[in-house]
């Protein structure tokens, strides 16, 4: 490096004085300041020169902020009141630009925890209290099937039916919906998947919805099956396609093949019936054959895809209306005794009570609780922080304080005052919060998640969600500046003023040591959170799905007009060789339920002889799948005993069946399955076991090992497959877009559902569990760092007081490493008491968190353990790095200090 | 803040710019406050209260490099009217140390 470089100002520091500078001063105020610089390096060498050119660049920059906000505040003219707080505010800033590095750590710090508040709660906000324009919604209830293991379940469009017909003593109306994705038609030959809600032709009358365009749909669309194809379109998708046109109306859109009429957009405060999922289409649910002929739901009871709701009549409670689906779910298992067994019945409950379904909201409403727990406690720690940074300083303005004490200021305008000073610095950390909570709910918005629907929640920075962080932002200027001026105006004046080196009362020393011991704990808490999650993570992913191990690419599809033509197995021989035919694709399998598919299940009536059915019922019902051939091989699944399915197969030969280990062992307790019989259905159908294949997992990681039974797709031809391409040699990416070119290839007007890769597939299962951990070390991390700089705070202050001790001892040649650590235990002491507290509550957050951890227990030794070894890492560099300082004070100077 | 009265601050500054004549810019009114005042004098403070007298019309500031050659300097002169306000001023702290001296130094007449 020349001697020249080495006295050019820091780099990073003067790029960010241009930036603070108006334009016309960029030439030459930098230049000026740095010949100042180099004569600092001169006087005082390099360091100390540094540390003096980065305070002068921050303080220009918030003098300029300062003037700035001055033009601002003397502009607002204000009643008598006003004056005094303006020239409080004018004085708090003038205080703030005097300590720059103060203000600047502050300011950060609070901004990261008012941050993440801000953005959870945008989250919570979304999705427990955006206000619904639903009319009357007290009087709503939403019907569910119960039954064993599945507390909220669908109804099918059949039930619902008689339910409509025969419900109307206590309900207005029913209305009722199912949601499908559907392929829509570009104008540029393009085809996009859309979320679409088919619903009844009261649904937007019943609940008292509008159109901001045209009509909605009514009663009179609803008539016969396929003979009004019209659609409404979502605000969203009508601004995004039609740049929201008023002249939509009457235009027709292709969907799944099949020509729509717009007759309106609805109204923009309506994103659909399930939160988070917002429809871009609504469309008469007797349109549905038109859009899926193989939909089966006009023909079986079995078909449970539609959630209902309803309006209560006046003067019905929800107590009458719930003795009335007990009736009707008597009536239902004495007429349809196939489909309505013992254990399945109607309930209710009451839409406002619903989040997005009370099984899912079992879960999402406590983990919203947790996230908010967890980013209050950032915030807290935040606010201990500067509570005790300003206990600090505090001490430095006693004098100052006490003679305006002395020469009669009132102790309530001082303390207005300080409160001021320190609500201005929350606010200024309440807008950096909010810039920070806007960038991490843009970042979620936008991030590719490997997410299993198109979820949409509309986050964003809304009035509410800036009046909480504004709200928080107060409070934490309050919370953390209320405690350090009580004390620091307690008037006890002589004393003060007579004697100032000496340290101010124990108490207040007290206190700022209960804030580390409070900011200790409280990272400590997160820190095992995080340690917690990540341990079940790893658990997770440790969990072997028992397929997928080796990389295919995925595709979803369903039988476009030519597989009516040909007939479904012509249609499907055709698919699996084109797309044997790509490059790179090694093995095709074909099944009609994926394992680990989060949307679906589809199970089999089961009947082995010997074996019981449950009580009530007449057979098991088993998850089931028909699959090609080569299924086994494209899955990379292991072959047990026996073998798969093959050419001897025929579609009118034998009927044959592959079960899984966790099958055999249910059913076939003396361990021989292979050449057994089964019967499937309701009628019984004999089918003989050819082969046993190794467990995957079928709805979740989680499992116990479920039986599952394979059909053969050859001899039970289905229109709804996944295609799997096992890949070899190629990216399962690109391979998957070849894939679909070539089923297009059989049938360019082939629905593709969904397209993607084994490795993503399989992601979505793990995504809660990631986004749970990256969540919890970020939080765990940021509230790390906060503790740190608190202990590093404390031990300073500690070694400023003992400055004179420590020059003494150490010119007298006492050994520095004793001296070191007499100034570390001071730290450590603190770190001690504030672990202990943490671990307590730590065992209390595990227990709040169990229900998120898989295989790890909410004590686990690991996460503890090796979270207090990073704790008292970090505690040991925080208080060694002030004592190490300490024993270098030239003891002239520390003896003359005070 | 009317724009006639002079912070004390501002008032050093424009009277180190006087004392430095042609050779005024930030840097020598820095050093130059800090050699008569004895006190570190910070070159962000000066520099604002340059601009603030600036937009005051008490000082103006013209860009030139130095004799020396190098880089532009801004420069700074005292205007009519900030040597209006400093006599001003002089008058009336003159007037308010007026029978002050007697109790300062009694020794002297």
Redesign the interface.
């Known amino acids: 490096m020349s001697p020249d470089e080495d006295r050019a100002p820091p780099r990073f520091w003067s790029a960010l004085l241009s930036r603070a500078l108006p334009p016309e001063?960029r030439?030459?105020?930098p230049?000026?300041?740095a010949?100042?610089y180099r004569?600092r390096i001169r006087r005082e060498g390099p360091g100390p020169a540094r540390r003096w050119y980065r305070?002068?660049?921050l303080?220009?920059g918030l003098?300029?902020a300062a003037?700035a906000l001055r033009g601002i505040t003397?502009n607002s003219t204000g009643g008598g009141g006003m004056d005094g707080i303006r020239r409080d505010v004018g004085y708090a800033i003038r205080r703030m630009v005097r300590s720059p590095g103060f203000t600047l750590v502050a300011v950060l710090s609070l901004a990261l925890g008012i941050g993440a508040n801000t953005a959870i709660f945008s989250f919570v906000d979304a999705v427990l209290f955006r206000p619904s324009p639903v009319e009357g919604r007290d009087r709503l209830v939403d019907l569910f099937t119960r039954q064993e293991g599945f507390s909220h379940g669908a109804l099918s469009y059949l039930d619902l039916q008689d339910l409509e017909d025969r419900t109307t003593d206590v309900f207005e109306g029913l209305a009722y919906y199912r949601l499908g994705m559907f392929p829509a038609d570009g104008d540029d030959g393009s085809v996009e998947m859309l979320p679409a809600q088919l619903v009844s032709g009261n649904f937007f009358t019943l609940q008292g919805l509008d159109a901001a365009v045209g009509r909605t749909l009514l009663p009179e669309d609803h008539v016969a099956e396929g003979a009004h194809p019209v659609v409404v379109l979502g605000e969203g998708y009508w601004e995004r396609r039609f740049g929201g046109d008023p002249g939509v109306v009457g235009r027709e859109l292709r969907i799944s093949g099949a020509t729509l009429t717009v007759v309106g957009v609805v109204q923009p405060e309506f994103d659909g019936s399930l939160r988070g999922i917002v429809p871009d289409l609504y469309i008469p649910v007797l349109q549905i054959e038109a859009l899926d002929p193989t939909a089966p739901d006009f023909e079986s009871r079995g078909n449970q895809s539609y959630f209902a709701v309803a309006r209560l009549r006046d003067g019905v409670g929800v107590e009458r209306a719930r003795d009335a689906l007990v009736r009707e779910t008597e009536r239902l298992r004495s007429e349809e005794p196939t489909s309505w067994t013992g254990d399945e019945s109607v309930i209710l409950e009451r839409t406002a009570d619903v989040v997005v379904n009370p099984m899912v909201d079992r879960v999402l409403v406590p983990a919203m609780g947790v996230l908010m727990a967890v980013v209050g406690v950032v915030l807290l720690i935040a606010c201990a922080n500067l509570a005790s940074f300003l206990l600090a300083r505090a001490r430095d303005r006693r004098r100052e304080i006490a003679v305006r004490l002395a020469v009669g200021a009132s102790r309530g305008s001082l303390i207005r005052q300080l409160l001021t000073e320190t609500v201005v610095l929350g606010l200024l950390g309440g807008m950096g919060g909010a810039t920070l909570g806007w960038a991490a709910v843009r970042w979620l918005e936008t991030a590719d998640l490997p997410l299993p629907l198109p979820i949409s929640l509309g986050l964003g920075l809304n009035g509410s969600v800036l009046a909480f962080t504004a709200a928080i932002s107060l409070l934490a200027g309050l919370l953390f500046g209320l405690a350090p001026a009580l004390q620091a105006t307690n008037p006890d004046l002589a004393s003060t003023i007579k004697n100032e080196t000496t340290g101010g009362p124990r108490s207040r020393f007290a206190l700022r040591n209960l804030l580390v011991v409070g900011q200790v704990a409280g990272s400590l808490v997160l820190l095992v959170g995080a340690g917690l999650l990540v341990r079940s993570l790893i658990a997770r992913q440790a969990v072997d799905p028992g397929f997928g191990g080796a990389p295919a690419a995925l595709v979803e599809i369903t039988a476009g007009p030519r597989a009516v033509e040909t007939g479904e197995a012509a249609w499907l021989d055709e698919v699996e060789a084109r797309v044997a035919d790509v490059p790179g694709v090694a093995t095709v399998g074909l099944t009609s339920n994926l394992h680990l598919n989060t949307l679906n299940t589809s199970t089999a009536y089961v009947t082995v002889d010997g074996v019981a059915p449950p009580p009530d019922r007449e057979w098991w019902s088993v998850d089931a799948a028909d699959v090609n051939d080569e299924f086994f091989q494209a899955m990379a699944m292991e072959t047990v005993r026996g073998r798969t399915f093959g050419a001897s197969d025929a579609a009118d030969g034998a009927r044959v069946l592959v079960v899984n280990e966790a099958f055999v062992d249910r059913f076939f307790p003396d361990g021989d399955a292979v050449g057994r019989t089964v019967r499937l259905g309701s009628d019984g159908v004999e089918h003989t076991v050819v082969g046993v294949v190794e467990t995957a997992r079928i709805r979740s990681l989680g499992e116990a090992p479920r039986p599952f039974v394979y059909g053969s797709l050859r001899q039970d031809p289905s229109t709804y497959v996944h295609v799997v391409a096992r890949t070899a040699g190629v990216d399962a990416r690109r391979a998957a877009l070849d894939v679909s070119a070539a089923i297009r290839s059989v049938d360019p007007d082939t629905p593709i559902y969904s397209q993607t890769t084994m490795e993503r597939h399989l992601a979505v299962v793990l995504l809660p569990a990631r986004l749970g951990v990256w969540m919890g070390a970020a939080f765990a991390l940021l509230a790390l760092t906060l503790a740190a700089l608190g202990l590093y705070g404390v031990v300073s202050y500690a070694v400023a007081r003992k400055s004179r001790e420590v020059g003494i001892r150490m010119s007298l040649g006492a050994d520095a490493g004793r001296v070191v650590r007499m100034l570390m235990a001071e730290g450590l002491r603190l770190v001690a008491v504030g672990g202990l507290v943490g671990l307590a509550a730590a065992a209390g957050f595990g227990a709040l968190l169990s229900r998120f951890l898989y295989g790890v227990g909410a004590l686990d030794p690991l996460a503890f353990g090796s979270t207090l070894a990073v704790l008292v890492a970090v505690a040991v560099l925080a208080s060694w790095v002030p004592a190490r300082r300490a024993t270098r004070i030239d003891p002239v100077r520390a003896l003359k200090a005070d | 803040m009317p724009k006639d009265v002079l912070g004390e601050f501002e008032h050093q500054v424009l009277l180190a710019t006087l004392r430095l004549k042609d050779g005024a810019y930030s840097t020598t009114i820095v050093l130059e406050l800090e050699r008569v005042t004895g006190r570190d004098v910070a070159p962000a403070a000066v520099y604002i209260a340059l601009r603030r007298l600036e937009e005051g019309g008490f000082a103006a500031s013209s860009l030139r490099p130095p004799p020396e050659g190098g880089r532009q300097r801004r420069y700074f002169q005292v205007t009519p009217a900030g040597l209006d306000l400093m006599r001003e001023s002089r008058r009336r702290y003159v007037a308010l140390w007026d029978g002050v001296e007697s109790v300062l130094e009694p020794g002297s007449p």
């Open positions: 001063d030439d030459t105020f230049g000026e300041l010949e100042l004569r305070n002068q660049v303080e220009l003098r300029r003037k003397t």
